[in-house]
């Protein structure tokens, strides 16, 4: 069920349009940078998007000229290290294309206890807080060892009614969509 789900929600993303995407992006990011969680959070886990995603380029961007320390996820030998970064010109192509850390000795790896906050990449997200993601667990196993506020970024097309969860999933403490706030209720 979540292979399915995982495609039909991945078209549904495609389908979107240059503009719309980008106004949703936008929409999303402007939404964010007004919460007080990630307003008063001093270390701040975010993804860097990749073409289909929510784009966090410029949200990145924003907060190194906010002053605020910015975790970048990089992959090595399947685990996700959180690598502090001060700039967006050290990251590179990394593991499956995405931009990461370059490791010249001088970022030390974080640990998931020390964050504030965490931005989420996923694929789709249910109002439980629950999503799926593109399978390979990392996030999960990062989640697990930290009390950071978890936020969730969807395109509002990446909602859906019921993911099925397992015993390590993790879910969200907020989802943030172009149309909405969505603070999960695991008990509906």
């Not at 909602?159 to 993790?170: A, F, G, M, R, S």
């Amino acid at each position: 069920m979540k292979n399915a789900l995982r495609q039909e929600t991945r078209e549904k993303r495609q389908s979107l349009s240059p503009d719309l995407y980008a106004k949703k992006s936008a929409a999303i990011r402007e939404k964010l940078e007004n919460l007080p969680q990630f307003k008063t959070a001093k270390k701040i886990m975010a993804y860097v998007s990749t073409g289909e995603e929510v784009d966090t380029h410029e949200l990145i961007k924003n907060a190194f000229k906010k002053g605020q320390t910015v975790y970048i996820p990089k992959i090595d030998r399947n685990e996700l290290k959180i690598i502090p970064v001060r700039s967006w010109e050290v990251l590179e192509p990394g593991t499956f294309s995405i931009l990461e850390p370059m490791m010249n000795g001088a970022s030390e790896e974080a640990n998931p206890e020390d964050l504030d906050l965490i931005l989420v990449p996923g694929i789709a997200f249910d109002k439980r807080g629950h999503r799926i993601g593109h399978g390979r667990g990392f996030y999960d196993r990062t989640l697990k060892n930290t009390k950071a506020f978890k936020i969730g970024l969807a395109f509002e097309e990446q909602i859906v009614d019921e993911i099925p969860n397992e015993e390590h999933d993790v879910p969200m403490d907020l989802i943030i969509t172009d149309n909405s706030l969505i603070t999960p209720n695991p008990l509906s």
